[in-house]
């Protein structure tokens, strides 16, 4: 099944535009393919308004979020993998969601140290008891 993440997002952005409220992202701004302003991001994190006012040409499809937006009086085109954004949620009241942290092949190849992944055991079959 295709990640349910990209309809969380869809569905918790309209939830909070609905309330009258400002949604923001958090965003994982060290993964490779996230363009972002680099001089706003603090500790490998960036939060964006992405709100309608704040934002063009805003899409959140089932691969990426995208949107173009000013910082500082400058446009600049914003680009994040859905497995880069780990929150949405409302500013005023910080009501929304956070996600997991998904796993990249680049990143699954350096814990292991090969390319190889390691087999895993059969599962065990399950054994019932009668309980007295």
Request: proline share 11%.
């Amino acid at each position: 099944m295709t990640s349910n993440r990209p309809y969380l997002m869809r569905a918790i952005y309209e939830w909070i535009l609905d309330n009258d409220m400002t949604p923001h992202v958090l965003i994982d701004a060290d993964l490779p393919t996230v363009e972002v302003p680099r001089q706003y991001v603090e500790e490998g994190r960036i939060v964006l308004n992405i709100s309608p006012g704040a934002v063009q040409q805003f899409a959140i499809d089932n691969d990426c979020l995208g949107f173009s937006a000013r910082f500082g009086g400058k446009p600049f085109s914003i680009y994040a993998p859905i497995n880069a954004v780990r929150a949405i949620y409302a500013a005023e009241n910080s009501e929304g969601m956070m996600f997991e942290l998904l796993p990249t092949s680049d990143s699954d190849e350096e814990v292991t140290g090969s390319d190889d992944p390691e087999p895993t055991p059969p599962p065990k079959r399950p054994s019932l008891r009668v309980v007295k």
